[in-house]
């Protein structure tokens, strides 16, 4: 599967914003995705998972209540939906896919896009 992230930008802190993950090849429903970020000097971290039917998620709680992860398997892409944008939010996402049930961790996923910078100004 390929995975294409776009959507990426500029925010002002208390902002919202919504990246998408485009998945072509295999059906975006035959994996589970996930959304990792990577600020500068940082290593890759968890965001959000979601399961292949969209019916569980998972959250890192530093952005629990503020983020919110979805996916529409017909137009296999995947959503992440960012509101209440702190500036330690800035970092490149990447969204990612494996095979079988969402795991956190990076070296966990088989497949990745290439990222959308989100920075968020104080």
């Known amino acids: 599967v390929q995975l294409q992230a776009s959507g990426g930008g500029l925010v002002q802190a208390g902002g919202s914003l919504r990246v998408s993950c485009a998945a072509s090849g295999r059906p975006s429903g035959s994996y589970a995705m996930a959304w990792f970020r990577q600020a500068p000097g940082k290593e890759r971290e968890f965001v959000a998972a979601?399961?292949?039917?969209?019916?569980?998620?998972d959250y890192a709680d530093s952005v629990k209540g503020r983020f919110t992860i979805s996916r529409d398997n017909v137009k296999n892409t995947v959503y992440l939906e960012m509101n209440s944008l702190k500036p330690e939010d800035t970092a490149v996402y990447y969204c990612a896919a494996r095979n079988g049930m969402i795991l956190t961790h990076f070296n966990q996923y088989d497949y990745w896009g290439q990222g959308t910078q989100v920075t968020v100004s104080s």
């Open positions: 979601v399961s292949r039917s969209g019916g569980i998620t």
